[in-house]
């Protein structure tokens, strides 16, 4: 009998566990800092991972953890372990984490390897002793009554559990609304008391969940020192990783974003900032280069600093950086290098960019510091938590609108402004400050500001930007929500919120205003609509609040009227209300009628046969698609292959002028 997914998944965990300490011990071997138990805690190891992997019908597995478990226990009965093994169990640790993850057929070839004596150098190394004899493998003592308790549980349920925390808080705040006029009309102190207790359940709650989500920085720096060992060797240069503050806490999203990135990062940092150890000997430095990964928090910022000693930028390269503002936005520029050959390390012009460009995506920011001859600092600066996020808030065209509030640098009312290049700018204590319109920026349509209108002052490694709104509505702590896969392709957006009054807040992207500030017109030479075209109506159906209303704001944006249904039931009753919908933009898993009911019974009825529907949906199936197409659907669009362009030509095709 095969196993279900949940005990696969378990069994990959515990075995994904397993190598990481491995390897771990693999590479304290090697240099020298091993525990005194480090050959017992692999021995131990490897034999967990055998007896998983025979339990779930892992063959291969465990023919490759048996082979292990053979070379560690003649380690263990000389307590002593000879340096040549090394690389052929981290060639097995390679192979297991290939096998379990379904890249069979390495077995046989790091089998033979390990069932192989080492060959012998020229004056081999003498086996390496660990510690004294033998400790007998530890007994885990059982739990002590109120001794903390680790559990897995998967991000999804962690996810779906504060979707589930933040619905209930919309709900809550519109009920508070209603009560609390009623209370104050009533004097009702004994609601008043309630509301209020009720309120503080929930931010503990919030909090609680939003803490789960949170993970350390550790649980992603186990492939650091390998990757670093692996990198150096190929390079021909020797390099020591040192890992500090791996305790501080990050958004678990942000964690998973930035693996790559902190890896694209040591790689850079050995292929072009480290010396070989015969430059570094003539430097006066010591042969083994230094790096150092360290992470602490600032307030509501975390900030991860990987740093080495090596030969940093040179003097020219710092002075081109002064002329055109900072050493970031030189190394960051798309196709710079400072490599002078092409390797499959270094040199072929990509990289910073992409780093540069996914850390403001995040809501931080990227900083490179730099001094010849001693070193070169790389600093990401990023939000402790997506999911909780401090905002300033402000509003255009009756849509609110919030940016991290740690990109502000101030805000000015806005009199007196110059114009350069066609562009208008603001003078503040000497600064000349490009201006542009939220609304402008935006793409969305709006009237003219008033006089004396706000300016959020947005600062960057590279510019400084004014952008102007109607109102400044100030700062708040927002549970922020991922747009997800619908909407993740509308560019400018970091997330959405969801405010007191119930309406739904978009979270800006700081570096897309201030990089499409420079392209984006000025007002006076907007291209508006003709004045006979009516923008489309679009009923947007889903049954989740959050969905329909950052649905609504979207496309409200991108310049249609938007009316909303929570199921099929609901969107018929408004559309045979109303003749005045264009076009349905439906979900088909809803309660009361779903998507493929209200398409069926819009197909039926005689004046609404021809409107237009678009099912927006997570099943992609071909036999759901042809379902889709077979009822009458004049688009089908998949959520996980969203893509907004493509829905924004479709609207236009179905219901476009």
Same mark, same amino acid.
């Not at 292959?641 to 219901?655: G, K, N, P, S, Y």
């Given at each position: 009998?095969?196993?279900?997914?949940?005990?696969?998944?378990?069994?990959?965990?515990?075995?994904?566990?397993?190598?990481?300490? %491995?390897?771990?011990?693999?590479?304290?071997?090697?240099?020298?800092?091993?525990?005194?138990?480090?050959?017992?805690?692999?021995?131990?190891?490897?034999?967990?991972?055998?007896?998983?992997?025979?339990?779930?019908?892992?063959?291969?597995?465990? $023919?490759?953890?048996?082979?292990?478990?053979?070379?560690?226990?003649?380690?263990?009965?000389?307590?002593?372990?000879?340096?040549?093994?090394?690389?052929?169990?981290?060639?097995?640790?390679?192979?297991?984490?290939?096998?379990? +993850?379904?890249?069979?057929?390495?077995?046989?070839?790091?089998?033979?390897? *390990?069932?192989?004596?080492?060959?012998?150098?020229?004056?081999?190394?003498? +086996?390496?002793?660990? /510690?004294?004899?033998?400790?007998?493998?530890?007994?885990?003592?059982?739990?002590?009554? /109120?001794?903390?308790?680790?559990?897995?549980?998967?991000?999804?349920?962690?996810?779906?559990?504060?979707?589930?925390?933040?619905?209930?808080?919309?709900?809550?705040? !519109?009920?508070?609304?209603?009560?609390?006029?009623?209370?104050?009309?009533?004097?009702?102190?004994?609601?008043?008391?309630?509301?209020?207790?009720?309120?503080?359940?929930? =931010?503990?709650?919030?909090?609680?969940?939003?803490?789960?989500?949170?993970?350390?920085?550790? $649980?992603?720096? $186990?492939?650091?020192?390998?990757?670093?060992?692996?990198?150096?060797?190929?390079?021909? &240069?020797?390099? #020591?990783?040192?890992?500090?503050?791996?305790?501080?806490?990050?958004?678990?999203?942000?964690?998973?974003?930035?693996?790559?990135?902190?890896?694209?990062?040591?790689?850079?940092?050995?292929?072009?900032?480290?010396? $070989?150890?015969?430059?570094?000997?003539?430097?006066? &430095?010591?042969?083994?280069?230094?790096?150092? *990964?360290?992470?602490?928090?600032?307030?509501?910022?975390?900030?991860?600093?990987?740093?080495?000693?090596?030969?940093?930028?040179?003097?020219?390269?710092?002075?081109?950086? &002064?002329?055109?503002?900072?050493?970031?936005?030189?190394?960051?520029?798309?196709?710079?290098?400072?490599?002078? #050959?092409?390797?499959?390390?270094?040199?072929? /012009?990509?990289?910073?960019?992409?780093?540069?460009?996914?850390?403001?995506?995040?809501?931080?920011?990227?900083?490179?510091?730099?001094?010849?001859?001693?070193?070169? &600092?790389?600093?990401?600066?990023?939000?402790?938590?997506?999911?909780?996020?401090?905002?300033?808030?402000?509003?255009?065209?009756?849509?609110?609108?919030? *940016?991290?509030?740690?990109?502000?640098?101030?805000?000015? @009312?806005?009199?007196?402004?110059?114009?350069?290049?066609?562009?208008?700018?603001?003078?503040? !204590?000497?600064?000349?400050?490009?201006?542009?319109?939220?609304? @402008?920026?935006?793409?969305?349509?709006?009237?003219?500001?008033?006089?004396?209108?706000?300016?959020?002052?947005?600062?960057?490694?590279?510019?400084?930007?004014?952008?102007?709104?109607?109102?400044?509505?100030?700062?708040? #702590?927002?549970?922020?929500?991922?747009?997800?896969? %619908?909407?993740?392709?509308?560019?400018?957006?970091?997330? +959405?919120?969801?405010? /007191?009054?119930?309406?739904?807040?978009?979270?800006?992207?700081?570096?897309?205003?201030?990089?499409?500030?420079?392209?984006?017109?000025?007002?006076?030479?907007?291209?508006?609509?003709?004045?006979?075209?009516?923008?489309?109506?679009?009923?947007?159906?889903?049954?989740?609040?959050?969905?329909?209303?950052?649905?609504?704001?979207?496309?409200?944006?991108?310049?249609?009227?938007?009316?909303?249904?929570?199921?099929?039931?609901?969107?018929?009753?408004?559309?045979?209300?109303?003749?005045?919908?264009?076009?349905?933009?439906?979900?088909?898993?809803?309660?009361?009628?779903?998507?493929?009911?209200?398409?069926?019974?819009? !197909?039926?009825?005689?004046e609404h046969a021809a409107l237009p529907v678009v099912i927006v949906t997570s099943k992609g199936g071909d036999a759901?698609?042809?379902?889709?197409?077979?009822?009458?659907?004049?688009?089908?669009?998949?959520?996980?292959?969203?893509?907004?362009?493509? *829905?924004?030509?479709?609207? =236009?095709?179905?219901?476009?002028?």
């Open positions: 009998m095969n196993p279900d997914s949940d005990i696969l998944g378990m069994a990959r965990e515990e075995t994904t566990d397993c190598l990481e300490r %491995l390897e771990r011990n693999l590479l304290a071997l090697e240099s020298g800092s091993a525990e005194p138990d480090a050959i017992d805690a692999m021995f131990r190891d490897a034999h967990s991972i055998k007896g998983t992997a025979s339990m779930v019908g892992w063959k291969e597995v465990s $023919s490759i953890a048996d082979a292990m478990e053979t070379r560690l226990e003649e380690c263990r009965s000389q307590d002593a372990f000879r340096l040549e093994l090394v690389d052929p169990l981290l060639r097995a640790t390679d192979a297991l984490r290939q096998t379990i +993850a379904g890249d069979t057929g390495h077995g046989s070839s790091v089998i033979a390897e *390990l069932a192989c004596e080492p060959p012998a150098a020229a004056a081999p190394p003498p +086996a390496q002793k660990v /510690g004294e004899p033998r400790p007998a493998p530890p007994v885990d003592p059982a739990p002590r009554p /109120g001794a903390d308790r680790a559990i897995r549980v998967s991000a999804e349920k962690v996810d779906r559990m504060l979707d589930a925390v933040g619905e209930s808080v919309l709900h809550h705040r !519109r009920l508070e609304h209603q009560l609390r006029n009623r209370a104050l009309t009533e004097g009702d102190d004994v609601a008043e008391e309630e509301l209020d207790m009720s309120e503080r359940l929930l =931010d503990e709650l919030q909090d609680s969940v939003i803490e789960m989500r949170t993970l350390p920085l550790s $649980s992603i720096t $186990s492939p650091y020192p390998r990757a670093v060992r692996d990198i150096a060797a190929a390079e021909g &240069k020797q390099v #020591e990783l040192v890992i500090t503050g791996a305790e501080t806490q990050l958004d678990r999203v942000i964690l998973e974003g930035i693996s790559e990135t902190i890896t694209h990062l040591l790689r850079n940092a050995i292929a072009h900032g480290v010396e $070989s150890p015969r430059e570094r000997e003539r430097a006066g &430095k010591p042969r083994v280069a230094r790096l150092v *990964l360290r992470a602490e928090q600032r307030g509501s910022m975390v900030a991860i600093e990987l740093e080495d000693d090596g030969r940093g930028v040179s003097p020219e390269l710092l002075a081109r950086a &002064k002329a055109e503002g900072s050493l970031t936005e030189v190394l960051a520029k798309p196709g710079f290098s400072t490599a002078t #050959e092409v390797s499959d390390l270094a040199g072929r /012009g990509v990289g910073l960019d992409a780093v540069k460009s996914h850390v403001e995506r995040l809501g931080g920011s990227l900083e490179v510091l730099s001094e010849p001859s001693r070193g070169t &600092k790389v600093v990401l600066l990023l939000p402790l938590t997506l999911a909780l996020l401090r905002v300033l808030l402000c509003e255009r065209a009756g849509q609110p609108f919030g *940016l991290p509030l740690a990109s502000v640098r101030e805000v000015v @009312a806005v009199g007196d402004t110059t114009t350069l290049g066609g562009r208008r700018s603001l003078e503040l !204590r000497g600064e000349t400050i490009p201006l542009g319109d939220l609304a @402008a920026i935006m793409g969305a349509s709006a009237a003219p500001l008033e006089a004396f209108a706000p300016a959020m002052i947005l600062v960057s490694p590279a510019r400084v930007v004014g952008i102007t709104c109607d109102r400044v509505l100030g700062d708040q #702590e927002l549970v922020t929500k991922r747009l997800g896969p %619908l909407l993740a392709g509308v560019p400018g957006y970091l997330g +959405a919120a969801i405010l /007191g009054d119930g309406r739904v807040a978009l979270i800006l992207d700081p570096s897309h205003l201030t990089q499409r500030h420079s392209s984006s017109p000025s007002p006076s030479s907007r291209i508006s609509e003709p004045e006979n075209r009516t923008a489309p109506n679009v009923l947007v159906v889903d049954d989740q609040f959050t969905v329909r209303e950052l649905q609504r704001s979207i496309l409200e944006t991108a310049g249609y009227h938007v009316e909303t249904a929570r199921d099929g039931r609901e969107a018929l009753e408004r559309i045979a209300r109303d003749s005045d919908i264009d076009m349905v933009l439906t979900d088909i898993q809803m309660p009361e009628m779903d998507g493929l009911e209200l398409l069926a019974a819009i !197909r039926e009825h005689p759901d698609r042809r379902l889709g197409a077979e009822m009458g659907a004049d688009a089908y669009i998949v959520k996980d292959e969203f893509d907004q362009q493509a *829905l924004l030509e479709t609207i =236009d095709r179905l219901v476009g002028s």
